[in-house]
């Protein structure tokens, strides 16, 4: 008895169940619970596809349908956060239907089954639509655009993909059927529904496409909150006409107002840059005292970043903040390019300064071994900064660098005279035979020595001319040179007197010659004190040879020559330098004379005595 009691509430549950099925199926309105926007689409889609429609009505139809889209998504991402969280989905709806579907299939009601299967397909085809649209805003914010580009055609893949799934059923011979069946009725509206969201979806697509760039240029808008201002903006009167000219050349009011803003801010940013820098230089002790120089020579490179830089973010601008595209590397290796130069700039100012303390003050390091190191770090940085180049334009530095080691030898081979007057560089600073502006002759040339290259060694030769000597040759070839004199410098000469003059006249004149050279302010003698104390070396050498000091003094009657009697006078002036040198050599020769005159003797001149046969001498 309970049993049967048990079944017979079942049954009649069952029982009402159907009677319920079929008041729905009579009665109740079992259309479509779609969005306003989707509606209006669907009306759009539905007027496009009239057999009547003609070709001026679809063209209207398609510029309302692109407007709708436009304000859809300036929606949708000024309440982006809003549309991720509260999205309408049809979960609910679709579960329903199943149900209900299973039960008609049950009790054979075929229209009503395909009916509610149709708007199943509709709603599922909404809720891929908009989980597709959730993820390519919520990729906005993490991805670049080449990277989001990619995204959006692999959602538009995997939406196709799932479409695909559920649209494996043609409805065209339920839509050409003609019955009083209410039911029917419903189903037929459906099948038009879902056809005309199944194009509705293929336009969402092309929009989509089309908007990619604007997606991402309010979505930025949007990440600080200047979306609604933007959008306000651009929707003003003004502004609409403006943009109907300026758009065809990617260019619209609000992108041109944030252009002149950028301009503005980098240009006042200038003005202040220099001042930040100097007292940031200043403030290292290493470099304060190079500040002002250093200014001045990186002045007109930072300049050119700042122009670099405006000209990027105006193209960033344009791009709709989408990057600049392939102009990226061109910038990045701008940047490079300037900063190398910049780094080159401060380290020759500081080394100029350094050679100039060198010089003027006198320190013991020679200006030479500054300049080669200078150009040994600038090789360095051109090499550097040559890497980071290729880096950046895309080369595999392993592959570069591989590639040295392998070419290394044959390079070598090539530029072995390079090497050797590399080598000979360094063997002309180690071995400090000459510095610059030292008075050398090699190798039948002359000159004073401008600059000790890495590869050449240039002289300045006493006609002006420039003449360039590989280093190679001048490590290997004996130079002498005249500079390399610390006190003394030689005054050597041969004064010839008459033969008739007397013995004791030239012996005078000898010692008086003698006494006023030893007596002489700018003639070196044994007395001449010299400070030794600069010198390098501590092995067993004469320590006048090594430094160059000659205090050598020698009158004496010489030679009987052909014509004359000859007296030699060797000795050294105390300065090394040519102009006092000369000087004190004319004031010598000033003082001989007038000793030679006070003695009653006369300079000699080759002379000939003729002798005839009658004894009588005529001389020539």
Known sequence: MPRASKYNKESLIKQLIIILILVLNLFGDSGADFSPFVRQQLTLIKQMNDDNVTQEKIMQIAKEQEAFYSIALDDILKNKNKFINKSRVYDSEIFALEKIIKLNKRLGNRYATIRDEVLVKSYKLLNAQNSMIKNILLALDKLSFEDFQVYVSDMFAKNQEYNANITDVDYENILQLDEPSRTLKQAQENIRDYYALLELNADTLKYLSVFEKKMYRLNKYSKYNLINPVISINNTTLATKINSVMRPYGLDVVKIIFMLLVFIIIYIIRKYLYKELEAYIVKIKSLKKYSKNILNSVRKPIELIIILINIEVTLYIYNDFAGIGKFDKFFTISYVVVLTYIVYKVIN?????????????????????????????????????????????????????SGLGIGGFAVALAAKDSLA???????????????????????????????????????????????????????????????????????????????????????????????????????????????????????????????????????????????????????????????EWLETKEDVMYKIMQILEENSLEFAFPSISIYNENGVIEPS
Request: include cysteine.
């Open 349 to 401: 100012v500081i080394s100029s300064i350094k050679i100039h303390e060198i010089d003027t003050e006198n320190k013991k390091i020679k200006s030479e071994v500054i300049n080669v190191g200078i150009k040994i770090v600038n090789f360095a940085i051109m090499i550097i900064g040559l890497l980071f180049i290729l880096h950046f334009a895309g080369a595999n530095l392993t592959t570069v660098l």
């Open 421 to 579: 007057n590399f080598f000979g560089t360094l063997s002309i600073l180690i071995s400090d035979v000459f510095s610059q502006g030292d008075w050398i002759v090699i190798d039948g040339e002359e000159g004073t020595v401008v600059e000790i290259g890495l590869r050449v060694t240039t002289l300045r030769t006493f006609d002006n001319a420039i003449i360039a000597i590989p280093n190679s040759i001048l490590a290997n070839k004996g130079v002498k040179n005249w500079n390399k004199r610390s006190l003394g410098r030689r005054i050597k000469m041969n004064i010839g007197v008459k033969y008739d003059s007397k013995p004791s006249d030239i012996k005078n004149a000898v010692n008086e010659i003698r006494e006023m050279l030893e007596n002489h302010p700018q003639i070196a003698t044994k007395n001449t004190e010299y400070d030794y104390s600069h010198s390098k070396r501590s092995k067993l050498v004469s320590k006048d040879d090594e430094l160059g000091v000659k205090r050598t003094l020698l009158v004496h009657l010489d030679e009987f020559s052909g014509s004359s009697i000859n007296i030699l006078i060797y000795c050294f002036s105390r300065s090394v330098m040519w102009k």
